[in-house]
């Protein structure tokens, strides 16, 4: 079992900037690859940004390419989620999620990819 917990989120006026951080405990945080999520009011669950195990490759929905920043911290458990620019689109609940280092199934931007959720984290941007 692996439990995560965000933390971070907040209020945020557009063009300002956020980081949300995700500590894991239970079984080693290294050898999972983690994603984050995010639901809007309404929207279904949607793929944010994700990294590898190792940190060496990172992937990010269109929508947020050249704006957000995912890295990890293995010795720390840690993943963090850089925002900049945000905009009032941007505003959701932000959940990171843990799947297996290696899947053959899912790809790195599929909710199926992961095993475990944290319980989210709001993030509000004003216009």
């Known amino acids: 079992q692996v439990q995560l917990a965000e933390s971070g989120g907040g209020l945020v006026q557009a063009g300002g900037s956020l980081r949300v951080s995700c500590v894991a405990s239970?079984?080693?945080?290294?050898?999972?690859?983690m994603g984050w999520f995010r639901q809007a009011p309404g929207k279904e669950r949607e793929f944010v940004a994700a990294?590898?195990?190792?940190?060496?490759?990172?992937y990010y929905a269109d929508s947020v390419k050249g704006r957000y920043t995912v890295s990890r911290d293995n010795a720390q458990n840690t993943v963090h989620l850089q925002m900049n620019n945000l905009k009032p689109e941007d505003t959701a609940v932000y959940y990171c999620?843990?799947?297996?280092?290696?899947?053959?199934?899912?790809?790195?931007?599929?909710?199926?990819?992961?095993?475990?959720w944290g319980q989210g984290t709001q993030v509000t941007v004003s216009s």
């Open positions: 239970g079984r080693t945080f290294s050898s999972f690859a």
């Open positions: 990294i590898t195990w190792t940190g060496d490759s990172t």
């Open positions: 999620a843990a799947g297996p280092a290696y899947d053959g199934s899912y790809a790195y931007t599929e909710r199926l990819r992961y095993d475990y």
